[in-house]
């Protein structure tokens, strides 16, 4: 949805003010003076978030960077409009102030970031949800009772940076810092399903995809069609094709409206998590998952 910002103004003098004597308004002035100096460490520093001091075209050129810190191919204007929901011309001017400044590159009509840059964004962006994201885990699994987690794309593999165990409830899975293959772990398959494109096309070319499991997916005409399930419900569900007896549950975290950020699930005993608790787990993660861009200062759905 595009829309069309205004500059907002920064200070905002009602028509009536409600004192009709300048000699009123000048004592109060006086007196609010005196208190000032009197008390100097009780005056008002704005804080940030307020609308008067964001500057509009600046927080779009920073969901710009976002994006082009996610991919790692070049895009297009029109490509960056459509993703982001932004006028194409707005777009374009930030993408060109950008290539000036050297923040981006330019290529023909695509643009396309420097690795030292997209590495450094990333970073900073993937510290920024590690810290926001631990509340939320240790909310998932309060009201799960399973181990919650949040991992990010690495590659070709989803990696789990945090987790937050449930008490009482065994950690299953492969546990912090272990890549897992995108086609047969829940994480893995947000990633596939929800981001780029051309990501779910290469690991489709490269059928037939390894088994870990009897249960794992190892076709592009099943993996493909399980991604189009995972794109209409909202959430991916690993049912033992990574892990003989665990069961896991995913939900994309969107950042900058429309970049995949992370993914945030359970992983859990299949004997605990059942079947039957798909349907519930999958409301608390699609919930946490729009609190958690929230924290970020992101909108929290699409």
């Not at 374009?92 to 290529?107: D, G, N, P």
């Not at 893995?188 to 997916?217: H, N, Q």
């Amino acid at each position: 949805m595009e829309t069309t910002l205004k500059s907002a103004p920064v200070w905002i003098v009602p028509e009536d003010t409600g004192i009709g004597n300048v000699a009123v308004l000048e004592s109060a002035a006086s007196h609010l003076r005196g208190a000032d100096r009197a008390s100097p460490a009780k005056r008002t520093i704005p804080g940030p978030a307020t609308r008067e001091y964001r500057i509009p075209n600046l927080a779009r050129a920073c969901q710009v960077l976002r994006l082009f810190a996610s991919s790692d191919n070049p895009l297009s204007s029109s490509a960056v409009a459509r993703r982001l929901k932004m006028p194409r011309t707005t777009v374009l001017r930030i993408l060109h102030t950008l290539a000036a400044e050297r923040f981006l590159q330019r290529r023909g009509f695509d643009f396309t970031a420097n690795p030292e840059l997209r590495t450094g964004l990333r970073s900073i962006a993937s510290t920024a949800l590690c810290a926001a994201c631990v509340p939320v885990l240790n909310e998932i699994a309060q009201l799960t009772g399973e181990t919650a987690c949040l991992a990010l794309l690495a590659g070709d593999k989803a990696v789990v940076v945090e987790t937050c165990d449930s008490a009482g409830a065994p950690r299953v899975g492969s546990g912090t810092g272990v890549p897992a293959e995108l086609h047969c772990s829940a994480f893995g398959k947000v990633f596939l399903a929800f981001g780029p494109r051309d990501s779910l096309e290469r690991v489709l070319g490269g059928a037939p995809l390894r088994a870990r499991t009897r249960r794992t997916l190892t076709t592009a005409e099943a993996l493909g069609a399980e991604c189009s399930r995972i794109a209409r419900q909202g959430y991916a569900l690993d049912d033992e094709e990574y892990e003989e007896g665990v069961r896991s549950l995913a939900t994309p975290v969107w950042s900058a409206g429309t970049v995949l950020a992370a993914a945030i699930g359970v992983s859990a005993s299949a004997a605990t998590f059942t079947e039957r608790r798909v349907s519930d787990v999958a409301a608390v993660l699609v919930q946490a998952a729009k609190k958690l861009a929230g924290t970020l200062g992101q909108p929290a759905g699409r």
